[in-house]
């Protein structure tokens, strides 16, 4: 069953990611595994997002690595990130993100949580989870994830974490050598860049039919004219002693083999990166808008988009209303830039993926409003 989710069929346009048939259910064998930087919140306000960021996108990284494919569904959240794991993959996944979680420990002081859940025991509690494959491009796919297993399966590893977060024989190494975030926050070309999460209520999931139906109208040109990665082609990369001082920490030591090569790596790199010298690396540079996760689902529509303030007032009275009729939480956040983090395994078409969020906390500070809707739901 490792298969399952390539052989989904794949839908292309996301407007599309609510309809049923889009979806199936996630086999009973396979593992929930979700990950997010505890305290996160805290972390953001001290200014540390860049790090909180970096460990999010850590965990795909790391689990792709140890299961030497990404062809299993995974969605970015930001402080962390929801993989569908497959029985065949999934004790070395585990172990090499309790490896993640003490590296992050050790050189970002902060706590990786790392837990998981069989799917069979969301289904014989009546929690059904289902994925859908939305086609980024011709050749690149990333999951949706819908249903209440999910948020139940959250709930589980958080209120019960001896019992939930993820066990090990080992602890493995994880493999980032895929990992990087060296280009400098991309600004807005339009005014602002606005961190968006909707969750619907129960029983109110066409609300999100209703908030795309709205967005039509706000965003005439589409949402693929809002994806903050288009501006990529005219940003920059930091510099090599800043992308050196980063990503020393994603190994253990700085006398290690593995932190030479991606140190020689990034001498060489920023230079033609940054002089967009060969065809390969225009191209690359080129399509990264493409290979950018901007917006996706995991029960939650998480959206990181690049509008006018006008835009941004429209799309906040659409938000209020839904949320007024009872039918959604939401939160938002609004910054002059957005954070793009790297998983490039080649600079060919579908070797490379980058997570999106905003600058400033982003999803992060978004979920502290949506969390307190959703609080108000259940008082």
Not at 217 to 231: K, M, V, Y
Request: net charge negative; aromatic share 10%; hydrophobic share 40%.
């Amino acid at each position: 069953m490792s298969t399952f989710f390539k052989e989904l069929t794949s839908f292309s346009d996301f407007a599309l990611f609510s309809k049923d048939d889009h979806y199936q259910p996630v086999p009973n064998d396979w593992w929930v595994i979700i990950t997010d930087v505890k305290g996160s919140t805290q972390a953001v306000r001290e200014g540390r997002y860049r790090d909180v960021n970096t460990l999010g996108a850590a965990t795909i990284v790391a689990a792709t690595r140890a299961a030497l494919t990404r062809d299993f569904p995974f969605v970015f959240g930001g402080d962390g990130a929801t993989l569908l794991v497959p029985p065949e993959y999934a004790e070395e996944v585990k172990a090499r993100l309790l490896g993640l979680k003490a590296l992050a420990r050790e050189n970002f002081a902060l706590d990786l949580r790392v837990g998981a859940v069989l799917v069979e025991e969301l289904t014989r509690a009546g929690k059904p989870l289902e994925v859908g494959r939305f086609a980024l491009n011709p050749v690149l796919a990333q999951a949706t994830i819908r249903g209440a297993g999910l948020i139940w399966a959250e709930h589980l590893i958080k209120s019960e974490p001896e019992r939930y977060e993820a066990q090990s024989d080992r602890v493995g190494e994880p493999d980032l050598a895929s990992l990087s975030c060296r280009w400098q926050p991309i600004p807005s070309q339009r005014g602002q860049v606005l961190a968006l999460l909707v969750h619907a209520r129960e029983g109110q999931e066409a609300a999100y039919d209703e908030l795309l139906t709205a967005f039509a109208e706000i965003f005439p040109a589409g949402l693929e004219s809002l994806n903050p990665a288009q501006a990529t082609e005219k940003n920059a990369y930091h510099t090599t002693v800043e992308n050196l001082r980063g990503e020393r920490r994603y190994h253990a030591s700085v006398f290690s083999l593995s932190f030479i090569r991606r140190a020689l790596f990034i001498i060489v790199g920023n230079f033609i990166i940054q002089s967009r010298l060969t065809a390969g690396v225009r191209s690359y540079v080129a399509d990264t808008a493409s290979h950018s996760d901007f917006r996706k689902f995991d029960e939650t529509l998480r959206m990181v988009i690049d509008c006018t303030e006008d835009e941004i007032d429209r799309v906040h009275e659409v938000l209020d209303g839904l949320y007024r009729a009872g039918k959604i939480a939401y939160g938002t956040h609004v910054t002059s830039h957005a954070l793009m983090t790297c998983f490039v395994e080649s600079l060919q078409e579908g070797g490379h993926m980058h997570f999106l969020d905003a600058q400033d906390g982003g999803y992060t500070a978004a979920a502290v409003q949506l969390k307190q809707q959703l609080k108000e739901e259940t008082s």
